[in-house]
């Protein structure tokens, strides 16, 4: 099975940017869907971007789109979640996620395996 690890949170002022990465082991990346989810203290875990396997088909949580972007090189196993103009409300923990489902989907039942997450936090 593949194993996720993300990097890359930290503490930003709001208006900045952060990249994150989720650096894939164990089996190829390309076999996956891979998606970025966060989660936020009190709130559930909620969809933020999601990336198909070769196609190059994206899918954004409203609330980040245009501000957030999902791309990854197979060849590296490696996925990034470029971010700008962050928000306060941006601060959570982010999880990266694999699926070996047909297509890209924002339903984070459909993903099966998961990293252990890195914190994002945006100072107002």
């Known amino acids: 099975q593949v194993q996720l690890a993300e990097s890359g949170g930290g503490l930003v002022q709001a208006g900045g940017s952060l990249r994150l990465s989720c650096a894939a082991s164990?089996?190829?990346?390309?076999?996956?869907?891979v998606g970025w989810f966060r989660q936020a203290p009190g709130k559930e875990r909620e969809f933020v971007a999601t990336h198909s396997r070769n196609s190059g088909s994206t899918y954004y949580a409203d609330s980040v789109k245009g501000r957030f972007t999902i791309s990854r090189e197979n060849a590296k196993n490696t996925v990034w979640l470029e971010m700008n103009s962050l928000k306060p409300e941006d601060t959570a923990v982010y999880y990266c996620?694999?699926?070996?489902?047909?297509?890209?989907?924002?339903?984070?039942?459909?993903?099966?395996?998961w990293g252990q997450g890195t914190q994002v936090t945006v100072s107002s």
């Open positions: 164990g089996r190829p990346l390309s076999w996956y869907v």
């Open positions: 996620a694999a699926t070996t489902a047909i297509g890209v989907s924002p339903s984070k039942d459909d993903y099966r395996y």
